[in-house]
């Protein structure tokens, strides 16, 4: 019974470890604040690529594209 279990669990732990790591995603914003991520096509963040903004209403806009290069600002309502 362990032989069958062992290779099972085996592909549980490998699925986990590449479902969580995939690429970084834009930080939560708190509640009752407000936020943007400003996305950038690179390490040295001259060239705005996409944007997110997350009002204080709970609206949320975007443009653009993601990247992993980014910045996040915050600020309570």
């Not at 604040?33 to 950038?40: G, I, K, L, N, S």
Request: hydrophobic letters at 35%; a negative charge.
């Amino acid at each position: 019974m362990i032989r069958r279990l062992l290779p099972a669990t085996v592909l549980a732990v490998a699925a986990v470890t590449v479902v969580t790591t995939g690429p970084a995603d834009a930080r939560a914003c708190k509640h009752n604040h407000a936020c943007a991520t400003v996305f950038y096509s690179d390490s040295t963040r001259t060239t705005v690529v996409g944007e997110k903004y997350e009002g204080c209403d709970g609206s949320v806009d975007m443009w653009g594209v993601r990247s992993g290069y980014q910045d996040f600002y915050e600020s309570p309502c």
